[in-house]
C-alpha cells in the first residue's frame, strides 16, 4: 500500500498540484479586484501588481514546501483511529513550514526590495509578523497546506477502500461457493455459521492475511466435500484428510484451547470407507463436547488395525453427554451415519457413543477391510 501512494508523488502529481494553487490565487486576486471596484468609487485596478505579490509572496515558497508537505501528509497520514494526533502533527508542521517561509520572505523584503518608508528601522526577522499576519500569507499558506494535506489522504483512503473492496469481492465470491456447497451436502450449518464469524471479525480487525487464508481453508474443505459428493467410498487416508481440514478450521476459531492428536496407522490409510462418515462425529464432539467445556480440551483420532477390522476412535475430553437420560435425542448427522451404516455394512460393522469417565464422549467405529467383507 505505502508503495503505490508513493507512486502518487510524482514531478508530474507536483507540477498539476502548483498549477492548480496558483490558479486559485489569481482567481482570488480577480475575485479580490472586482469586489474593491464594486465598494470603492475611487478605486484603481492594480490586478498585476496583486498577482506578482500572490505569486512571489505566497506561490513561490510553496513550488518549494509542496513536494515536503506532500511527504509529510504521506508520513503521518489521518486515520480513524489516530486523527486528533495528526491533526496536532500537521498543526505543529503548518506552523514550522509558514514561520519558516515567512521568515524568507521577510530577509529577501529586507535586503533586496524597496523597503517602505519607515520600515528601514525594523530588524529583518521584525517584518514577519507583518506578512504573516497584515499580508494574510498565515491564512494562505493554512488553506495551501489544508489542500495538499487533503489530498494526499484522498487518496490514501481511496486506495485502502478500493483493495477493502478488492479482498470484500474476493471473501464474498469465496463465502458465496462455500454456502453452496455447504447446502449441496447438507453440512451442519453451524460449522458454517461459526466460521463465517471469525472470518468477520478477522477483517475487522483488519487481520486480512489470516482471513484469506481461513477462507482458503474453508473453500478448500467444501471443495473436497463437493469433489467426493458422488463416490460412495474413498480411502480412510482421504477422509482423514478432510477432517483435518475441518479441524484446521475449527483451531483458528479455538486457537489454544483445543489439542488435536493425531494417532494413525500406517495399514489402515489404503481401507476404503463410507465418504462423509468421520467428519459428522468430529464435528458432533467439537461443538457438543469441546465448545462448551470451560478451559482447555483435547480431541484425539485413533485409527488402528485389529483382527482385520478397521477400529476408529473420535475421544474428546468435552463437557460429555449423558446417553442414558430418557430425554437424550440423537442428533440428524448421528442418525445419518447410523443409517448409512446399516445399509453399507449391514450388521458387519458396530458403531458405539460412549461418556468418558473423565469427561467427554468417546465414538467408535468397526469397520470391515474391504467393501463386502
Known amino acids: 500500500m505505502t508503495e503505490e501512494i508513493n507512486k502518487t508523488i510524482t514531478l508530474k502529481s507536483i507540477a498539476l498540484l502548483l498549477i492548480a494553487l496558483w490558479l486559485g490565487l489569481a482567481f482570488f486576486a480577480i475575485l479580490s479586484q472586482i469586489s474593491s471596484k464594486l465598494t470603492s468609487h475611487h478605486f484603481e485596478m492594480s490586478l498585476f501588481s496583486h498577482l506578482r505579490f500572490y505569486t512571489i509572496r505566497v506561490w513561490l515558497p510553496w513550488v518549494i514546501l509542496t513536494p515536503l508537505s506532500l511527504w509529510l501528509a504521506l508520513k503521518f497520514p489521518i486515520k480513524p483511529n489516530s ?39 525594523y530588524k529583518p526577522w521584525q517584518h514577519t509578523g507583518h506578512f504573516l499576519f497584515g499580508d494574510n500569507l498565515f491564512l494562505f499558506n493554512t488553506i495551501i497546506y489544508t489542500i495538499l494535506v487533503t489530498n494526499m489522504n484522498i487518496k490514501h483512503f481511496a486506495q485502502i477502500a478500493q483493495q477493502k473492496a478488492v479482498i470484500a469481492n474476493q471473501l464474498n465470491h469465496q463465502l458465496i461457493e462455500s454456502k453452496l456447497q455447504t447446502l449441496k451436502m ?57 477432517v483435518e481440514q475441518y479441524l484446521a478450521i475449527e483451531q483458528v476459531r479455538f486457537g489454544e484451547r483445543i489439542q488435536i492428536i493425531k494417532n494413525y496407522s500406517s495399514d489402515v490409510l489404503s481401507i476404503p470407507v463410507p465418504a462423509m462418515i468421520l467428519q459428522p462425529l468430529v464435528e458432533n464432539a467439537m461443538q457438543h463436547g469441546l465448545e462448551e467445556k470451560e478451559g482447555k480440551g483435547t480431541l484425539t483420532i485413533d485409527c488402528q488395525l485389529e483382527d482385520k477390522l478397521l477400529i476408529v476412535k473420535i475421544i474428546d475430553d468435552g463437557a460429555g453427554c449423558n446417553f442414558d437420560n430418557k430425554h437424550f435425542k440423537e442428533g440428524i448427522g448421528i442418525s445419518n451415519i447410523k443409517s448409512r451404516l446399516q445399509q453399507l455394512y449391514a450388521n458387519k460393522h458396530q458403531f458405539s457413543l460412549m461418556s468418558n469417565e473423565q469427561g467427554g464422549v468417546t465414538a467408535t467405529l468397526n469397520l470391515p477391510m474391504s467393501i463386502g467383507e
Request: glycine residues 2%; charged residues 20%; negative net charge.
Open 83 to 121: 486523527w486528533i494526533k495528526a491533526l496536532l502533527l500537521h498543526a505543529f508542521f503548518l506552523l514550522c513550514l509558514t514561520l519558516t517561509a515567512a521568515l524568507l520572505i521577510s530577509l529577501h523584503y529586507h535586503f533586496f526590495e524597496d523597503m517602505a518608508p519607515g520600515m528601514e528601522t
Open 186 to 242: 447438507q453440512i451442519n450449518p453451524h460449522f458454517l455459521f461459526n466460521t463465517l464469524n471469525v472470518i468477520s471479525v478477522l477483517v475487522m480487525k483488519s487481520e486480512k492475511d489470516q482471513a484469506i487464508e481461513t477462507i482458503n481453508k474453508l473453500s478448500s474443505f467444501f471443495r473436497s466435500t463437493l469433489d467426493d459428493k458422488a463416490q460412495q467410498w474413498i480411502p480412510l487416508k482421504k477422509e482423514l484428510e478432510h
